[in-house]
Structures are given as C-alpha cells and as structure tokens.
C-alpha cells in the first residue's frame, strides 16, 4: 500500500512538471471527502507515515494511511468529511456497514443506522443499490 503511494507520488512531481493544464492537485481520502491544493509552486514530500504538501498557500500534511487516491483537477472543490459507507457509525467502513445496511433493508429496523452514511451512491434514497456500491467500494479498496 504504502509502495503504491510512493510510487505514486513520484509519478506525480513528474506529471506537476510536464502538464501545467490542471490547477489543483485532488486527494481523496478513505472517508470519500477530498481535498485540493494549488499546483503553484506544488511541492510534495513523504516519509514513512505521512506527505506533506507545500504550495504557494502553505503547507498541509497528510497521513499516507488516509490518503486513498490523488488525481489533478481544474476544480477546487472539496467535498467534506461525511464518512458515506459508514453505516454502523463506528468512524471507519468496512464490511460490517455492508452487513448493517443489508439487515436494515431487509428488516427496516433503522437503529444504530446512519441512514446519510447508508445512501452510499447519493441519490438521496436508501436501497440495495447501496448495499452493492459500497461493497464494490469496499472490493476496490482491498488491494495492496
Ligand atoms: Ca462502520
Ligand atoms: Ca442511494
């Protein structure tokens, strides 16, 4: 997992030196919220736990742990911290919202479950389609 990253992160400072079309570099977290920082003046740098970004508006750090894909964007748009997946609002997603969502769409005993977190694939209603988005994400995830 950790390789990846790196590997990574290499890849980028060279793609930051090559492609001036995107503005901002995007990380998306294991909670599904992101974050962007300007490419000006971009700087990327890492150690064993966490990367640390320095740009023209500062310097922010991140836990490698946390970070779950970079991409570069021309939007600076950040999505908040809303932990989607996190069914059983334990603070992490795993296997156990999969199985909490599928009790509650089989049952509809709603307790213990975070109905916002449970519309997994946001289309504002809460349904097997969920359930199967979220162990999609949760297979995807997996690797490394
Ligand atoms: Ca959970
Ligand atoms: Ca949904």
């Known amino acids: 997992m950790k390789k990846t990253i790196i590997t990574m ?21 294991t909670d599904n919220s992101t974050v962007t920082y300007s490419v000006e003046g971009l700087k990327l740098t ?16 991140l836990p490698l742990a946390q970070v779950r894909d970079m991409e570069f964007t021309n939007d600076p748009s950040t999505t908040p911290s809303v932990l989607g997946g996190d069914v059983n ?19 509809g ?4 479950i975070n109905l916002d977190a449970a519309d ?5 209603e809460v349904t097997i389609s969920d359930a199967t988005a979220l162990i999609d994400y949760l297979l995807s995830g997996s690797e490394g």
């Open 89 to 107: 609002n334990d603070g992490v997603i795993s296997i156990a919202d999969a199985t909490a969502l599928i009790d509650y769409l089989l049952g």
């Open 46 to 61: 890492y150690d064993n736990t966490n990367v640390t970004i320095t740009n023209v508006e500062g310097t922010a750090t």
């Open 120 to 124: 997994f694939n946001g289309d504002g």
């Open 9 to 29: 992160l290499i890849a980028l400072v060279a793609i930051v030196a090559s492609a001036e079309t995107y503005n901002y570099l995007k990380f998306t977290k």
């Open 109 to 112: 005993d709603a307790t213990g």
